[in-house]
């Protein structure tokens, strides 16, 4: 059976409403659609721990700041849903753009500290456009509870503080990375990669991993990043736009492996952007 689509806001609130009433539990994985496993996840996170799960699809022209890379998302509804129909999902919420930015819409969410630097320093733009989209996505739905992926886990940490910032009153949950057999992180991206491309793309996995257990053995974090960024660079990429150990917890730059901290990168291979990160220790 066909998964229920809503277009607009209005009767995505009135089945959303209908559910409450009934006591039931909302989760909401939020997409932008070329779903892969990574996303199924997510979806099957939801199925765990909601009574009724949405999966939006909205590719959020806002979070891109670069024309060709909204141009060439892919965009695969038909696709999209014949994966997610084995999950059970109650509803697909894909919004005409309108819904989302109705005409002379100018509202702007931005989330300081958070968005400063990695991802943020080399995508103008982008976190205030994924910020203001996820605010509408969970008020439209009235999400109790959402889903995302810790491979984007500067995103991750934007949300739940712009969540607890504007007391929205859903739970977030992080879900681990899901990783391909030779542990490239899957992403959306990955379909863009010619095959020698997606060949080299694990080196970046395995250079983090790798500085992660020189750091831990006692080495100094900059030998090991720099080791590690010239090994990506020896494996094919393009260039490495940013590799830098930060504080998990506010996402700071730091030099202490005594308490959580993550190492992010990102990295350009055959003009397609991949990132990683990975928690050390
Ligand atoms: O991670 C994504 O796919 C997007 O940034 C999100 C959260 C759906 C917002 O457009």
């Not at 994924?130 to 995302?148: E, R």
């Not at 030998?223 to 930060?246: H, M, N, P, T």
């Given at each position: 059976m066909d998964i229920a689509t809503f277009r607009r806001v209005a009767p995505m609130r009135l089945q959303v409403s209908q559910w409450k009433a009934n006591g039931h539990i909302v989760g909401v994985v939020p997409t932008m659609g070329a779903l892969h496993d990574g996303h199924l996840s997510l979806v099957r996170a939801a199925r765990e721990n909601a009574d009724r799960v949405i999966v939006t699809i909205f590719v959020n022209p806002?979070?891109?700041?670069n024309a060709d890379d909204l141009t060439n998302y892919p965009r695969t509804e038909e696709s999209d849903k014949k994966k997610l129909a084995?999950?059970?999902?109650?509803?697909?919420?894909?919004?005409?753009a309108t819904e989302i930015y109705?005409?002379?819409f100018s509202t702007n969410i931005s989330v300081a500290n958070v968005s400063d630097g990695l991802c943020g320093a080399h995508r103008p733009g982008h976190f205030d456009g994924v910020a203001t989209v996820v605010t509408k996505l969970l008020l439209q739905t009235g999400a109790d509870v959402v889903f995302f992926g810790e491979k984007d886990f500067q995103q991750l940490k934007i949300v739940k503080r712009l969540v607890r910032d504007l007391d929205i009153p859903t739970r977030i949950f992080g879900c681990p990375t899901v990783r391909d057999k030779d542990n490239l992180a899957m992403s959306s991206?990955?379909?863009?990669?010619?095959a020698r491309d997606r060949a080299a793309a694990p080196a970046l996995y395995q250079a983090i991993s790798a500085a992660r257990d020189k750091i831990l053995s006692g080495q100094t974090i900059e030998s090991a990043l720099q080791k590690a960024r010239s090994d990506i660079l020896a494996a094919?990429?393009?260039?490495?736009?940013y590799l830098e150990l930060r504080?998990?917890?506010?996402?700071q730059p730091t030099n202490q492996v005594d308490k959580p901290a993550r190492l992010l990168v990102a990295a350009t291979i055959g003009g397609v952007r991949l990132i990683d990160n990975i928690q050390v220790p």
């Amino acid at each position: 059976m066909d998964i229920a689509t809503f277009r607009r806001v209005a009767p995505m609130r009135l089945q959303v409403s209908q559910w409450k009433a009934n006591g039931h539990i909302v989760g909401v994985v939020p997409t932008m659609g070329a779903l892969h496993d990574g996303h199924l996840s997510l979806v099957r996170a939801a199925r765990e721990n909601a009574d009724r799960v949405i999966v939006t699809i909205f590719v959020n022209p806002k979070q891109f700041n670069n024309a060709d890379d909204l141009t060439n998302y892919p965009r695969t509804e038909e696709s999209d849903k014949k994966k997610l129909a084995p999950f059970g999902v109650d509803a697909i919420y894909a919004p005409a753009a309108t819904e989302i930015y109705p005409e002379g819409f100018s509202t702007n969410i931005s989330v300081a500290n958070v968005s400063d630097g990695l991802c943020g320093a080399h995508r103008p733009g982008h976190f205030d456009g994924v910020a203001t989209v996820v605010t509408k996505l969970l008020l439209q739905t009235g999400a109790d509870v959402v889903f995302f992926g810790e491979k984007d886990f500067q995103q991750l940490k934007i949300v739940k503080r712009l969540v607890r910032d504007l007391d929205i009153p859903t739970r977030i949950f992080g879900c681990p990375t899901v990783r391909d057999k030779d542990n490239l992180a899957m992403s959306s991206r990955n379909s863009q990669l010619s095959a020698r491309d997606r060949a080299a793309a694990p080196a970046l996995y395995q250079a983090i991993s790798a500085a992660r257990d020189k750091i831990l053995s006692g080495q100094t974090i900059e030998s090991a990043l720099q080791k590690a960024r010239s090994d990506i660079l020896a494996a094919g990429f393009a260039d490495v736009e940013y590799l830098e150990l930060r504080d998990e917890a506010d996402l700071q730059p730091t030099n202490q492996v005594d308490k959580p901290a993550r190492l992010l990168v990102a990295a350009t291979i055959g003009g397609v952007r991949l990132i990683d990160n990975i928690q050390v220790p």
